[in-house]
């Protein structure tokens, strides 16, 4: 499913009533009657019956308010009492808006004026639940005045909330929220997904997400860039060319899917990299081999036995030196793919090693966990050539700070414009995790990923998500696909993992590696 950015709904707007000559009124009157049929059903799903609703519906300046003016006309007519609740005087509204005003001025609906109230709204508990017509894509900073005061007020009234094309005090398209911000039950987008409803808090503060159709042809016209992707089975096929039930050639042999080598594990982290393997064993590739410290082998023998181990030189005390590069580059001659990162650990050396693989890799690389710190301590995107191959960093948000140079907290910020900027700046496919993990390409498009559950924030879920996208990889899919299907995957596991135990808590990545 496509989602765009406010600027872009916007031209959608224009492209539709300028070019095909849709009027602005014909879709204002499609949002207002879909945002009531969706109010209903939620009423009925609840209760099903409308006898004894009433309901405010809180009305801003803009289309927004215009919408909830015709949302406010079909709840009455469908039986469903509402009292308008005005943020500004009923004549400051122009456009589409002033002329839904006209028409619910001429059918006599309740009103109230806010803008005048000393107090708050009257007896807000006698209502059963509220529209936020009050702010959509035309939002401007956080809510002001009148606005902020009746989102705190719908927010403390526990009254359920439908927010019309998102929730007031929402950044449409990074998904950060303002102070207030309508805490919704359910918000109804319209005509297109907005990019802030994929990603949290905004999608937290959305509730239940449904996209409705009103009139604007649901292709983007042509040159009309969306802002991404959500991944789901059908865009993985029409948009990444993944046959998701994808079964394997009867002909298949081990060769046939590739084989992933591993540069990861030390001694306080052996198990990162064990986790890493047998997560792309479990994910399909035909072998896998494991190069790791070799004072670790022997207690890793018979660990996991389909696994190949290849022991580095490490002088007995279980770390990776600069030296290892060599080793590792040797092994990966006769390999398919190099992911390096899990449990490596910091080593003196470790900017020389790093730089080798990043330089003499001729092989898609997967680049995680404590490679990413070196990468970023060496100012390697910038000052390392890459070989003419893939190359897939894996950052969770604070690794991703480090090699953008940003506090942790600016990342999340602005999830999808970052990735977008540094995957088309470095030229990497960059999978940027967290909950609603963003999928960058070299080429900007950018995937949101809605598979995964909270259980999965638990030591060695990336060293499974890193060993699921090196088996992608190396069964032939390119970088892009390889970690869209492979966050993919990753979160669907998770989630069939978590479902699986009494509390989910208790969730450990071996279980994800087991429901793959
Ligand atoms: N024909 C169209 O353009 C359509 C627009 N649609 C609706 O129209 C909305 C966009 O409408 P607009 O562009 O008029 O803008 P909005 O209705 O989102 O709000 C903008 C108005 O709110 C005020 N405002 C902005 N930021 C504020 C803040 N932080 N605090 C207080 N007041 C603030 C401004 O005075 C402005 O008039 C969409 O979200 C959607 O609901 C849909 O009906 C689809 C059709
Ligand atoms: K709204």
């Known amino acids: 499913m496509e989602f765009v950015t406010a600027e872009q709904m916007r031209e959608v707007d224009r492209y539709t009533i300028q070019e095909i000559g849709i009027p602005a009124i014909v879709l204002m009157e499609n949002a207002g009657r879909a945002i009531a049929d969706e109010v209903v059903r939620l009423v009925m799903q609840r209760k099903d019956s409308l006898a004894g609703e009433r309901w405010l519906v809180l009305i801003g300046k803009g289309n927004n308010g215009g919408d909830g003016l015709v949302c406010a006309r079909h ?23 002033a002329v839904q005003q006209r028409i619910v001025e001429a059918l006599d609906l309740p009103r109230i004026v806010y803008a005048d109230e000393a107090e708050g709204i009257p007896d807000m508990r006698s209502y059963t ?162 190069a790791l410290p070799a004072s670790l082998l022997p207690h890793m023998l018979g660990a996991v036995p389909e696994l190949m181990l290849a022991p580095i030189a490490d002088g007995g005390i279980g770390a990776w030196d600069s030296a290892a590069a060599d080793e590792v580059l040797r092994l990966l001659a006769a390999r398919d793919v190099l992911a390096v990162g899990p449990g490596l650990g910091r080593f003196p050396g470790e900017a020389e090693f790093l730089r080798a693989l990043w330089e003499g890799a001729p092989r898609p690389l997967v680049v995680d966990a404590d490679a990413l710190g070196i990468l970023a301590a060496a100012g390697g995107l910038t000052a390392w050539k890459r070989r003419d191959a893939a190359t897939i960093l894996t950052p969770h948000p604070g690794e991703m700070a480090r090699l953008a140079g940003l506090t942790t907290a600016e990342v999340q910020r602005d999830r999808i414009g970052l990735a977008r900027r540094f995957a088309t700046e470095h030229g990497v496919t960059l999978v940027l995790k967290g909950a609603r993990s963003v999928i960058a390409a070299s080429d900007g498009q950018v995937y949101v990923n809605v598979t995964g559950h909270p259980g999965m924030a638990t030591g060695g879920s990336g060293d499974v998500l890193t060993g699921i996208i090196a088996a992608m990889l190396a069964q032939g899919l390119d970088a892009v696909q390889a970690s869209a299907f492979g966050a993919y995957l990753h979160g669907l596991a998770g989630e069939q993992a978590a479902a699986a135990r009494s509390n989910p808590a208790s969730l450990l990545a071996g279980d994800i590696i087991e429901a793959l």
Not at 75 to 97: F, K, M, N, S
Not at 190 to 212: D, S
Not at 264 to 270: E, F, K, N
């Open 75 to 97: 709840l009455t007519d469908a039986g469903i009492p509402v009292t308008l609740v005005y943020a500004v005087a009923p004549d400051q509204l122009g456009g589409e808006a």
């Open 129 to 290: 639940g509220i529209v936020d017509a009050l702010l959509g894509t035309g939002t401007k900073g956080a809510p002001r005045g009148v606005y902020a005061s009746l989102i705190v007020e719908a927010n403390s009234s526990g009254l359920p909330i439908v927010a019309a094309d998102i929730p007031s005090g929402l950044d449409a398209d990074t998904g950060a929220v303002y102070d207030p911000c309508t805490q919704a039950e359910l918000t109804v987008c319209l005509a297109f997904l907005k990019a802030g409803l994929t990603q949290y808090p905004g999608a937290k503060a959305a509730g239940e997400v449904v996209v409705r159709y009103i009139g604007i042809p649901p292709w983007l016209p042509a040159g009309l860039e969306g802002a991404g992707v959500v991944l789901t089975e059908e865009s993985l096929e029409s948009e990444l060319g993944l046959d998701a039930g994808r079964c394997r050639a009867p002909d298949g042999h081990k060769g046939t899917y590739g084989h992933v080598l591993l540069a990861a594990g030390s001694l306080p982290m052996s198990g990162a990299g064990l986790l890493a393997a047998k997560a792309a064993l479990r994910a399909g590739c035909g072998l896998a081999t494991w």
